[in-house]
């Protein structure tokens, strides 16, 4: 039972850290290029949209995982590293799959407890 109680607590925080006026996962989705590509190039993102950018991700596992997948990308293409194709495979692959067990357990897990 204090799994459930941890998972309904969980949820209660994200209710009451809600905004009146936030970005959804599309939001979020058209945002990433953007912040990705000034975060790769060392700007500051203290802009309104970075600020609900970063709100989003507390309070949504998945593009919390998606984000930091296509930050790690592009920090790696900026340093023209070339990840080993078996082991980038497997990282995506592990993201990948942590990510969709952790919408399918529950929408409210803290990204923050991976």
């Known amino acids: 039972m204090s799994m459930y109680l941890e998972l309904f607590r969980k949820w209660v925080r994200r209710i009451y850290a809600t905004q009146e006026k936030e970005i959804d996962c599309d939001g979020f ?3 990433i290029p953007e912040v990705v590509d000034r975060e ?4 500051k993102t203290t802009a309104p949209l970075f600020v609900e950018v970063e709100r ?3 309070q949504c596992p998945q593009c919390h995982d998606l984000y930091l997948a296509v930050r790690d990308a592009a ?3 900026s340093r023209q590293v070339v990840p080993e194709p078996v082991a980038f495979q497997g990282a995506v692959y592990t993201r990948t799959e942590r990510t969709a067990r952790s919408a399918t357990t529950s929408n409210w897990a803290d990204p923050a407890d991976d």
Do not use: D, S, T, Y
């Open 40 to 43: 790769v190039a060392g700007e």
């Open 56 to 58: 989003h991700m507390k």
């Open 75 to 77: 920090l790696l293409e």
């Open 29 to 31: 989705f058209e945002a």
